[in-house]
């Protein structure tokens, strides 16, 4: 899916011959299945990248232990990756490529 949705919008900034034509609006759907494996793809809530809210550490076996005193502090440490944030029940993620080439006239849809 991201493979495609990049492809897409190359074409439509820089078509070349093996580009079709690029139509108005392309609209994938998915489930929080969906939802959760395209966030961990682009690298969205990552739990080894250390920030306010925490995090610094790859969720690994090895380090079991270290994240059951994380969730033991009081209070806990929130954790970065929590499905029913990232993909609540009907959640989406909207991705919108705005492009007016500088010299074309305006466009009303």
Known sequence: MMRQMLRTASCE????????????????????????????KLGLFNESV??????????????????LRRLASRPPVSNLFRTAHIAPFAGNIVFLLHHRPRHSKLINW
């Open 50 to 67: 250390r920030t306010h809210l925490g995090g610094g550490h790859h969720m690994r076996a090895a380090d079991f232990q270290s994240r």
């Open 13 to 40: 900034l820089k078509p070349d011959d093996g580009c079709l034509e690029v139509p108005r609006g392309i609209y994938w759907f998915g489930h929080a299945e969906t939802v959760i494996m395209l966030v961990t």
